[in-house]
């Protein structure tokens, strides 16, 4: 069945540094989702990319289709933004990979 | 963000009570679904509806879960008898159409079984 991959599954930075996310999936499909789950278990949704480059705020995720990929850049991340980023493949049902866990130290 | 309620935010049962959980969809979405996610991060499809039809359903929820969506009143999920194994954190999601459309997730109810 359809998989999605997501490296690195933990990720520890000093606030101000950048983040790269990386999402790998095993078809494509019409819709790919990028959430953020907070420490509470709460999920929003952060950017919807199926192909090419989206930004919001200092996110910006960038799809390639044919190469079954998708990245999350962060940048000059912050402490509130500690927590799990989950990566989901939008088809009939949702797939989703196992979250990279991000910790920012102040 | 989203606007998908869910409650109870905790729920605390009993090995072999029922457990009863209701979603309100984000206004005028006909497509809800239900996910358990695990300690590990893992997410569990268990059904989805289109207006008050199930779409899908696995095994276990067909077996064990009642779960209905009915016009003008709050999705509900309902574990017939509970078990440990199903202390987890459900999360009910609605989105406005077909597989293109955006996803949004309410805050979820989290479920220990003592």
């Known amino acids: 069945g359809q998989q999605v991959q997501q490296s690195p599954s933990s990720l520890v930075l000093q606030e101000g540094e950048n983040a790269e996310l990386q999402c790998n999936f095993s078809s494509t499909a019409t819709q790919l989702q990028w959430f953020y789950q907070s420490p509470g278990g709460s999920l929003v949704s952060l950017l919807s990319?199926?192909?090419g480059t989206k930004h919001t705020g200092r996110l910006t995720s960038t799809t390639v289709t044919k190469e079954r990929r998708s990245s999350l850049h962060i940048s000059s991340s912050q402490t509130t933004d500690s927590g799990t980023y989950l990566c989901?493949?939008?088809?009939?049902?949702?797939?989703f990979g196992k979250g990279t866990h991000l910790h920012v130290l102040p | 963000n989203s606007k998908v309620i869910q409650t109870p935010r905790y729920l605390v049962k009993g090995q072999g009570q029922k457990a009863k959980m209701r979603c309100i969809p984000e206004k005028g979405h006909p497509v809800v679904f239900w996910y358990q996610q695990n300690k590990n991060n893992e997410f569990k499809f268990l059904i989805n509806?289109?207006?008050?039809?199930?779409?899908?359903q696995i095994d276990m929820t067909e077996k064990r879960f009642s779960a209905e969506c009915p016009s003008n009143s709050p999705c509900s999920l309902e574990i017939q008898s509970s078990e440990a194994g199903d202390s987890a954190l459900y999360l009910c999601a609605s989105r406005l159409g077909g597989s293109a459309e955006t996803l949004y997730f309410g805050s979820g109810t989290r479920l220990t079984v003592l």
């Open positions: 989901a493949l939008n088809a009939y049902k949702v797939i």
């Open positions: 990319n199926p192909s």
């Open positions: 509806f289109q207006n008050q039809e199930v779409l899908q």
